[in-house]
């Protein structure tokens, strides 16, 4: 029997919605062992997060309201102290960069395993082993901790975010634990860029750009109008925005972020193994390549061998028009 | 300021695809491949040495001291980064069977312990196990303050400080930390003015990417002291906290791509083949 505590991650002072990937795993264990899970929602909007995750039918949902911004100092020691408390054998929020800088703070206070990143999870004889990739999705390893607690991370392209259902959770407040190393941080700012497009790692269609395209004025020019033609998101490789064509958070990839969307277009993207690390798990992939020969042939499910400039602008009309035509 | 920067080889990242299993699938085999330093902690030796440095005026200003665990050939990857400007290497070594994220961390708090650096600087994952943990896990056992996933770091308060910008998912978070700290780098800390010192000039320029090893360097390097000692002599506990049954490789895709030459071709295969769009 093992219990799960699920960390949610908040954002806008609200609930983000990669939490409830965490919730899914939680769900699996619970059901799996025959044991319970509860969440924890912790931060600025704790509060309001709480009623939003009191409808997937957790045991029970702790609030934490933590005011300012996050850092893992200012959490860690309440995440651990409800943990301990809980006697949870799971610690889990999704490996975004916020579940991976918070939960191995919290296995070292709590002298469990920290296992990133998992792919999937199994009950093997009532234990849980997960399965996580490594060598930058090159190997698949299947783990299973050896302590009395693991702290696990979800990947989010890997697991559907759970969906509300199994009657109300009982909420309840707990006390905001604080140690000596939060006292030595201080947090400046947090400066987003904000977007009218769905979200890179939710998006059911991303369209990608790589260094082919050149400048970040071609990114504007040549494929938005593709990118907003498929209601897309927007991606980029490493070396656009090595070259500062865009902003280091469109990055897709090993380092970046690892999409699994139900298309995936790569336009003038070589496919660098770091790059297919992060979306090789795709549904359908797409390459827009003038060369054949480029190592994205080996994902890519269709490759239009093609000058983008001139296929990309072609591509968008025709798919509005597709889309026009319903 | 001194600073301890831990260093992993890893089998070379560029072709990690080549990597094999044994027959039974218990262990990942990389026969054939060259080891490379772990990328994330040659930026994180770069800019250590630059966080350490007058650059312009080619002037010291502190320690860099790299530690790595391993074998015995681990020595090589610590003579890189002496050849890159670090001043000394501590060689701790060990299976790396008997070595996951918790007992690093443990290994390399022992260290801090007794080298009292003022910031451990590091790479945010190695690009085999790819799980990033190790520098919270250090951080958490030291009490001390972290900074993952740094994009920029400046020293600040007079050095007493470091202002850090993280890159998130969400887009940059700045951090403040009071020294001594855990700090892990992302790629884009290698960029040409990510780091400020407050002696290097603030306009200054760096080349993009950790810098080579120049000829003197290399033969500079060959001096440098590298003090070895083993796991089971730095009194920490080593078990492991998971342990893994067995690997596999990912499943191949469909397999043949499909080659087409015109965009209207390309959409009407996504609408009446795969049904994508």
């Known amino acids: ?326 | 300021m001194k600073i301890l920067v831990p260093v992993k080889r890893v089998c070379d990242p560029d072709h990690a695809n080549k990597v094999k299993l044994s027959a039974d699938g218990s262990a990942v085999t990389s026969d054939g491949l060259e080891w490379k330093p772990n990328p994330f902690d040659e930026y994180a030796v770069e800019a250590a040495l630059r966080l350490n440095e007058n650059a312009p005026k080619n002037e010291k200003l502190g320690e860099t001291i790299v530690v790595s665990l391993g074998s015995a050939d681990v020595a090589q990857t610590l003579r890189q980064a002496l050849a890159m400007g670090a001043d000394r290497g501590i060689l701790v070594e060990a299976n790396d069977a008997q070595l996951d994220s918790s007992v690093v961390a443990r290994a390399l708090k022992a260290i801090v312990d007794k080298e009292k650096p003022d910031l451990v600087l590091m790479g945010k994952q190695t690009v085999d196990g790819d799980s990033n943990a190790v520098g919270q896990m250090l951080a958490e056992q030291l009490g001390w303050p972290m900074a993952t996933f740094a994009m920029t770091i400046s020293t600040t308060d007079g050095g007493k400080t470091l202002t850090v910008g993280r890159e998130v998912d969400t887009g940059v978070l700045t951090l403040k930390l009071t020294l001594p700290a855990v700090v892990t780098v992302d790629l884009r800390i290698v960029a040409p003015t990510a780091i400020k010192n407050g002696a290097t000039p603030a306009d200054h320029k760096y080349n993009e990417g950790a810098r080579y090893a120049s000829l003197k360097g290399i033969m500079q390097a060959k001096k440098k002291p590298i003090d070895q000692s083993k796991l089971a002599d730095l009194g920490i506990d080593t078990a492991t906290t998971a342990s893994y049954a067995k690997f596999e490789l990912p499943a191949a895709r469909s397999g043949s791509t499909v080659f087409v030459e015109t965009v209207d071709d390309l959409l009407a295969k996504l609408r009446n083949d795969a049904k994508a769009i």
């Open chain 1, 1 to 326: 029997m093992t219990d799960v505590l699920v960390v949610s991650e908040l954002i806008d002072g609200g609930l983000r919605k990669n939490t409830l990937t965490a919730v899914t795993l939680a769900k699996q264990v619970a059901e799996g062992t025959g044991g319970a899970f509860d969440i924890l929602a912790i931060g600025a909007g704790a509060k309001n997060a709480a009623t939003e995750l009191a409808k997937f039918g957790a045991r029970k949902v702790f609030v934490a309201e933590i005011g300012g911004g996050y850092f893992a100092e200012k959490y860690a020691p309440t995440v651990a102290d409800v943990a301990k408390k809980g006697s949870y054998g799971v610690v889990t929020a999704c490996a975004s960069t916020y579940g991976k800088d918070l939960l191995p703070r919290v296995a070292a206070k709590l002298a469990a395993a920290n296992i990133s990143d998992i792919s999937a999870a199994k009950i093997d004889g009532g234990k849980v082993v997960y399965k996580r990739p490594m060598y930058a999705g090159n190997v698949f390893g299947w783990t299973s901790p050896t302590t009395a607690v693991a702290c696990v991370g979800v990947r989010q392209s890997e697991f559907v975010g759970a969906v509300a259902g199994g009657g109300a959770s009982a909420v309840e407040e707990v006390a905001v634990s604080t140690d000596a190393a939060a006292a030595r941080v201080e947090f400046v700012g947090l400066e987003s860029q904000k977007s009218a497009r769905p979200e890179l790692t939710e998006a059911a269609t991303v369209v990608s750009g790589g260094r082919a395209l050149k400048s970040g004025e071609n990114f504007k020019l040549v494929l938005e109008p593709l990118v907003d033609a498929m209601g897309a998101a927007m991606g980029a490789s490493r070396a656009a925005v090595d070259a500062g064509y865009v902003p280091g958070d469109l990055q897709v990839g090993q380092t970046g972020k690892v999409v699994a969307p139900k298309l995936y277009v790569a336009v003038g993207i070589s496919g660098a193994i770091q790059h297919l690390a992060g979306m090789k798990g795709s549904k359908v992939i797409v390459a827009i390549n003038k060369d054949k020969e480029a190592p994205i042939a080996q994902v890519a499910d269709y490759f239009l061998v093609a000058d983008l400039f001139k296929a990309v602008p072609e591509m968008a009309e025709k798919v509005k028009a597709l889309k026009a035509q319903g």
